[in-house]
């Protein structure tokens, strides 16, 4: 079957630095987003990865490993409107998207 | 960036009446359409995905009879709730692939509907 696993909540302070990590299985592969959505908003789109490597876009970088089936986002200097929950979505082979519940993101000051 | 275009935000409802969600993709042409709905604190459930001029290919358990999608054209998608009941009150969700988005088949997303059905 297909899957994802992320954790479910995160806490970070303001101004750290956080990592979330995503295991997926999918029939197929062809790249994994991250999408951040605030509450009650649609997602938005963060980062796109095909190849196996770190991709850095300004304070949030998206790494991949397909080999392993794992992905992590990193966001660096974090500001109270990081706030969010954060999608993990691989694409398989029919070019589907497969959703995960997300990680709800919490900073702090 | 590409916009797409989802209204209305809101909606209340009452229970039996049928409710229309419009899409539109503003500045491309999207070939393929999906349909999404969230219920608070879950994951995006894939409802339909609607090519441009063919019928929408539905997920299992979504009832194609109650969930209306059109497709007429490249810019335009619409979603119509029939006969709705207090259990489809959820977040709507659109988004809509560009045509000439080959690469990496970027997803852009509307800003949602809330629909209440009382």
């Known amino acids: 079957g297909q899957n994802i696993d992320q954790p479910t909540e995160m806490t970070a302070t303001e101004g750290a630095i956080v990592q979330i990590n995503c295991t997926y299985q999918t029939s197929g592969f062809n790249g994994l987003f991250w999408y951040q959505q605030h509450a009650g908003e649609a997602p938005t789109f963060l980062s796109y990865n095909v190849l196996d490597g770190l991709e850095e876009k300004g304070r949030f970088s998206s790494f991949l490993s397909r080999s392993k089936g794992y992905s992590y986002l990193l966001l660096k200097e974090l500001q109270m409107k990081d706030s969010a929950s954060y999608l993990c979505a691989p694409m398989d082979s029919n070019y589907q998207l497969i959703w995960g519940a997300g990680t709800k993101l919490i900073i702090k000051p | 960036g590409a916009v797409v275009s989802q209204h209305p935000s809101w909606v209340i409802c009452k229970s039996g009446t049928s409710v229309k969600i419009e899409c539109r993709s503003l500045?491309?042409?999207?070939?393929?359409m999906f349909w999404y709905r969230q219920f608070p604190k879950q994951s995006l459930m894939l409802m339909a995905t609607s090519n441009e001029g063919s019928k929408a290919t539905y997920e299992q358990g979504v009832e194609k009879d109650k969930f209306l999608i059109n497709h007429a054209s490249l810019t335009l998608s619409t979603l119509t709730v029939t006969s709705a009941h207090p259990e489809d009150s959820s977040f709507y969700i659109c988004?809509?692939?560009?045509?000439?988005?080959?690469?990496?088949?970027?997803?852009?997303f509307g800003s949602g509907t809330q629909l209440s059905v009382l």
């Open positions: 500045d491309f042409q999207a070939t393929t």
């Open positions: 988004s809509a692939r560009d045509r000439g988005g080959a690469g990496n088949e970027k997803l852009f």
